[in-house]
């Protein structure tokens, strides 16, 4: 009997110790690599923007997978998207971002999250930057949630940016931000980025400001 009542008794301790939120299974989360094939987005050197948002996004997807999320990934090679679907439209560029709306809009995620690197002419613009859909209010949420914790792993005090125009974020029928993971163009982010163990520490932050998301809006 008091085996029995041991044997129980660490069963329920392992269970209550178990990383993993029940409510957590129901949920999916979209993770969308930026670019991808012909797209390579920015780069510099060895910095190819299409190879460091897959790689972050995939690890992304671990750290929410850990957590017991279902996570959906609009690739999780390098392709891009622009003849996934059929289409009218004759820019690739605009086909490749109206094909992750529709993928977006098959998945119905809870929220999804675009993965960029960013570029500027100015040497010193310098750690990650989020953008949100200015007229949706969980999406500012969202951001804010995204930008602190990425801002924690860069030490940085970036604040998340509205944006009317941003097209995936704008459309999407669920609160998404674009996270741009630095600068290519700063030398302390490129070396950064070249970091596999810095890029799982941005990954991981961003799941955790998933996970926070969500516990504020339920
Ligand atoms: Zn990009």
Known sequence: MKKIIIFLASLLIACLALPFDVHANSTVILVDPGHGGIDGGTGRGPLLEK????DIALKTRNWLQKSGFTVKMTRDND?????????????????DLQ???????????????????????????KGPLVFY??????GKVLATEVQSALNQVAVSTQRPVGRKNLF??????????????????????AKRLLDATYRDKLARAMAEAVKRFLQLST
């Open 51 to 54: 190879n460091l948002n897959l």
């Open 79 to 95: 392709v891009d998207l622009s003849s996934l679907y059929p289409s009218p439209i004759q820019s690739r560029h605009k086909r």
């Open 99 to 125: 094909n992750r709306l529709v993928m977006i809009r098959k998945e119905s995620p809870a929220l999804f999250i675009s993965i960029h690197i960013n570029s500027s002419t100015q040497p010193k613009d």
């Open 133 to 138: 859909a200015v007229e949706s209010s969980e």
């Open 168 to 189: 995936l974020i704008r459309h999407a029928p669920c609160p998404g931000v674009l996270a741009e993971m630095g600068y290519v163009t700063n030398e302390v982010d």
